[in-house]
């Protein structure tokens, strides 16, 4: 399974909704505090974009000392429509300070030197040391796992079905060969695919399928996927 660390470094950079938030800060509307991009830099610290009239940016220009305390905020939503659509959340906090002469005009870079750090997602909530965070990779499929999943929901819905036959616990195969429960792709990394199988909006339960070999880039992504689903259909 993915690291915390790894898990972690993959949301930050990904594309999903992030807020910076920094105590004491007033009256900020959510376009002035989210980031327009975010970047991870060799030593682990977080390089963010935001608006110059930012109240963030703001409190970081005119900062004193080792500049203000900040938490940047990352909720995890799955790409597809599926019952209970929040897939995980990070949170890390550090020391802002402004990076100048780096964003064209009307936007200043942050820098967020990363303290802490947590993640509570599918897998679990754990906290990740700043060594781990910048020591660790995001999934090779992070640029394109929306995409993937919304393709696999949209054109492969038969085929996710046949999953079913390949789960372990007799009582779930037997489930779904009683109820023809929907299939929902919810999450794609590179050690394998996660489904959510409803019977309805209030019962469902989540299956993990492992790829034999972890992928490294969409060519074997799709040579792992087919191996998936020929061996469903057998």
């Known amino acids: 399974m993915p690291s915390a660390a790894e898990r972690t470094r993959t949301l930050v950079q990904s594309t999903c909704s992030a807020v910076l938030l920094v105590p004491g800060l007033n009256g900020a509307g959510p376009d002035q505090l989210m980031p327009s991009t975010r970047n991870v830099g060799p030593d682990g610290g977080l390089f963010l974009e935001l608006p ?51 964003s064209g005009p009307g936007r200043m870079t942050l820098r967020l030197e ?51 036959g390949l789960l372990g616990e007799h009582s779930a195969r037997r489930r779904c060969a009683a109820h023809r429960p929907s299939v929902v792709p919810l999450a794609l990394d590179r050690y394998g695919l996660r489904v959510r199988v409803c019977e309805d909006r209030r019962r469902c339960f989540d299956a993990r399928f492992e790829f034999p070999e972890p992928v490294r880039d969409i060519s074997e992504l799709r040579h792992a996927m087919h191996t998936l689903f020929e061996a469903a259909a057998n």
């Open 114 to 164: 990363t303290g802490e750090a947590y993640v509570d997602d599918l897998w679990g909530a754990e906290e990740v040391g700043p060594e781990e965070f910048r020591d660790a990779a995001p999934d090779p499929l992070v640029g394109h796992e929306a995409e993937l999943l919304q393709h696999l929901h949209a054109a492969h819905g038969e085929q996710l079905g046949t999953l079913c």
């Open 52 to 102: 110059v009239d930012s109240p963030a940016v703001r409190a970081a220009t005119h900062a004193e000392g080792d500049g203000p305390t900040a938490v940047l905020e990352i909720t995890d939503v799955a790409p597809v429509s599926v019952p209970h659509r929040i897939r995980g959340h990070a949170r890390l906090s550090g020391r802002l300070a402004t990076v100048p002469g780096v």
